[in-house]
T-cell receptor, first 113, second 114 residues
């Protein structure tokens, strides 16, 4: 079992719709959860982080965390073609030294006009 | 605020040759990370420094990879000798020393081993 799992996609959504991305993790004691966006040929860019159960909203993005079920999700509302990218979920386990993150393989999102 | 700087951006070498990558973190960031990202996969941590000390190098192939951060600022990652499977993007990231600090990535170095 991978430590952090994501559906590789591609997740195809029409422009203006909601894109829903899921991520599950194996370390029940994980503390911090991050979503990065990575455009093709570029480096990952931090878009959201969440530490507590529940929802956290930032603009068109909402991160949802459920520690009991060990999943974290990202919703992108009013999806735009510029949102087409790979979205990486990253998790810090409770045993992780410093701020070590374990990344999932990423979900590719395609927003079609 | 300047971001994480890396050089070179691209490198092509033959197998068994050596190569070095350089990283300058965001000013004031005590923690520095080197990741390897193979095409189609998420980044994998190779080594993590806090100031000039190694915090985690459990996934660094120490028979061929080495890294240093002598003055607690810039860092160099070296591969010697390179193998075909080392073809990847090498990403440097940095963060503040405090708990739950977010990591910020540099532009990466794309290495092709032929």
């Amino acid at each position: 079992q991978k430590e952090v799992e994501q559906n590789s996609g591609p997740l195809s959504v029409p422009e203006g719709a909601i894109a829903s991305l899921n991520c599950t993790y194996s370390d029940r004691g994980s503390q911090s959860f991050f979503w990065y966006r990575q455009y093709s040929g570029k480096s990952p860019e931090l878009i959201m982080f969440i530490y507590s159960n529940g929802d956290k909203e930032d603009g068109r993005f909402t991160a949802q965390l459920n520690k009991a079920s060990q999943y974290v999700s990202l919703l992108i509302r009013d999806s735009q073609p510029s949102d087409s990218a790979t979205y990486l979920c990253a998790v810090k386990g409770w045993r992780a030294a410093g701020n070590k993150l374990t990344f999932g393989g990423g979900t590719r999102v395609l927003v079609k006009p | 605020e300047a971001g994480v700087a890396q050089s070179p951006r691209y490198k092509i070498i033959e197998k068994r040759q050596s190569v070095a990558f350089w990283c300058n973190p965001i000013s004031g960031h005590a923690t520095l990370y080197w990741y390897q990202q193979i095409l189609g996969q998420g980044p994998k941590l190779l080594i993590q420094f806090q100031n000039n000390g190694v915090v985690d190098d459990s996934q660094l192939p120490k028979d061929r990879f080495s890294a240093e951060r002598l003055k607690g600022v810039d860092s160099t990652l070296k591969i010697q000798p390179a193998k075909l499977e080392d073809s990847a993007v090498y990403l440097c990231a940095s963060s503040l020393e405090r708990e739950r600090s977010e990591q910020y990535f540099g532009p990466g170095t794309r290495l092709t081993v032929t």
